[in-house]
């Protein structure tokens, strides 16, 4: 028998048993009442509502839930600056500033309650389960479940990039690149390749897993050359020979942020209010009492979790903030008093994810922060403070002292693919078109970075015949238009500082030309990024 006759054969069973199974259902709704169905739960192609979350807030042991207190629900990861909850907790500055802080901690000593999927996490705080969820702005740029309400650090080195045989950025070209799927090395992967301006489906091959610890299994198994993640576990790629190609060190891209839900924002903003005030008084004191803090900390237990034990707990957290910029309540002020710095991050975050093919939101993304709650903390003396977080390099929204740096002891991280810039006839004078492409290509990734150095090469085509144009004028003809690029840039809010301006010549056989083509070979722009301290 065919595969043809096969399948019609099979297609008068299926018929048989349609006509079957109707008459049977006919019988049973003789003998019951049927229900009926609203018609939008037959639409199969409506995604199931997530459920509500079954972990149960953590609170302050002994703490009396029925004293007339509101209480306030926040859920977070196991990571150092987060941990800002635990010590407010213990030191009971929640119920000080009238209200119980509940905790939810994801992944709390393997409990499958506190297992909780990025689905399940946007999905509590968009409903208003959750009050607030520590997270990071691309994350909440790619779900608007919440909204931004204060900042809580840049990873200042945390977030890394590994990999075997990969020189730079521009190298990632065709190789595997592994990492935990859904989270923040996900975007630390498609925002380099977005800076290479690969393509993440069709450049490489992306190798998505379950956690970090797997990316680094199937990294030092050889089935991918590039890994991202985070400390501690990204360090075990060295076992099969990874080295460090790019950390969040030079890029400042991942942001995390305390957002809160809408409903809390709306239902009840006295509230909120008081917690955010809570919030800068806890950093206050751990600024000015580090051991005191960390000690606290630790108190609350479940250490194997936050790996901040008793015995070694001011080591054990400075470790933790050690590559994370945290940011204190001036930091939060310079944030918020101008936020177009935080909602460009945002919205770079959202072409990131849509060069990925992911959907992303098309609302007011300016409306995914609000500012009121960190500029009322801002007029309270008491909350403010002279005394340093242990990494004092917070930089979203200011302009970091590079002169420490050096640029010349810098490694070429990768050469930016824009390279072909049109300028006014005989002149060093930007295109509209130039400049939008410099917009596009450059300021991002130079406004969210930190030790990165960009030279700037110029280069002129030297066009003959013979004698036209002598070696220098080709050359500074190269350096002005080298200059005009800086310059630009440096209009955009950038720091002159961070920037090498050279010049090069065309190669012997295109010097005096008169071939068109060969004279646009030597007409171009080239950009290289330089990293300090790789």
């Given amino acids: ?36 169905v609203p018609s939008a739960t037959v639409a199969v192609l409506v995604p199931p509502t997530q459920p509500p979350i079954v972990a149960e807030p953590i609170f302050a042991e002994g703490a009396d839930l029925n004293d007339g207190l509101p209480t306030y629900i926040c859920a977070a990861d196991a990571f150092g600056s987060y941990f800002t909850l635990q010590q407010m907790i213990m030191a009971g500055i929640d119920v000080e500033n009238g209200f119980h802080l509940g905790l939810i901690p994801f992944g709390l000593d393997g409990m499958a309650d506190y297992d909780i999927s990025e689905e399940g ?14 997270t990071t702005a691309d994350s909440l740029a790619l779900s608007s479940a919440g909204v931004i309400t204060a900042v809580v650090d840049e990873s200042a080195g945390a977030d890394q990039l590994w990999v075997r045989d990969v ?55 050889g089935q991918a050359d590039v890994v991202s993640g985070w400390e501690p576990d990204i360090y075990e790629a060295e076992q099969s020979g990874g080295t460090p190609l790019l950390s969040s060190e030079q890029l400042r891209i991942i942001v995390d942020v305390i957002a809160t839900s809408r409903q809390a924002i709306e239902n009840r903003p006295d509230v909120v209010q ?64 101008d936020t177009e710095p935080l909602i460009q991050r945002l919205e770079m975050a959202r072409r990131v ?5 992911v959907d992303v939101p098309d609302d007011d993304i300016s409306l995914l922060v609000d500012p009121r709650f960190v500029l009322e903390a801002g007029a309270r003396t008491d909350l403010q403070t002279s005394a340093a977080p242990v990494n004092d390099t917070f930089s979203l929204g200011t302009r970091p002292d590079l002169s420490t740096l050096d640029p010349e002891a810098g490694t070429t991280l990768g050469v930016l693919p824009c390279r072909r810039f049109t300028f006014l006839p005989e002149s060093a004078e930007l295109t509209l078109e130039s400049r939008r492409i410099l917009d596009d290509c450059v300021v991002p990734i130079m406004s969210s970075s930190v030790g990165i150095f960009l030279r700037v090469t110029g280069s002129s085509a030297w066009p003959g015949p013979e004698g036209t144009y002598t070696e220098q004028e080709i050359y500074d003809f190269g350096l002005a238009r080298a200059q005009a690029v800086v310059d630009y840039l440096v209009s955009q809010g950038l720091d002159p500082a961070r920037f090498v301006v050279e010049a090069t010549l065309p190669p012997e056989e295109r010097r005096n030309t008169e071939d068109p083509d060969l004279q646009a070979l030597d007409r171009y722009v080239e950009m290289s990024l330089i990293t300090v301290g790789r």
């Fill in 1 to 36: 028998m065919n595969r043809g006759r096969i399948v019609l054969f099979a297609f008068i069973i299926l018929v048989a048993m349609i006509i079957i199974g109707a008459g049977l259902l006919a019988r049973q709704g003789a003998f019951e009442t049927p229900t009926p």
């Fill in 121 to 134: 996490r946007t999905s509590a705080l968009s409903s208003g389960q959750w009050d607030c969820l520590l």
């Fill in 167 to 221: 020189p730079t950025i521009n190298d990632l070209r065709e190789k595997r690149i592994t990492y935990s799927r859904g989270s923040v090395g996900e975007f630390f992967v498609l925002f380099t390749l977005n800076v290479a301006r690969l393509n993440p489906r069709f450049d490489v091959t992306l190798v998505p897993v379950d956690s970090v610890s797997e990316a680094v299994e199937t990294f030092n198994r």
């Fill in 274 to 337: 008081a917690f955010h005030n809570a919030w800068f008084q806890t950093l206050k004191m751990q600024a000015e009492d580090f051991d005191a803090a960390a000690q606290q900390i630790a108190a609350w237990g479940h250490n194997d979790w936050s790996f901040v034990y008793p015995e070694s707990a001011s080591d054990d957290l400075d470790a933790w903030l050690g590559t994370i910029a945290q940011a204190d309540l001036g930091d939060n002020l310079t944030v918020m008093r």
């Fill in 353 to 357: 994810w849509a060069a990925s093919g």
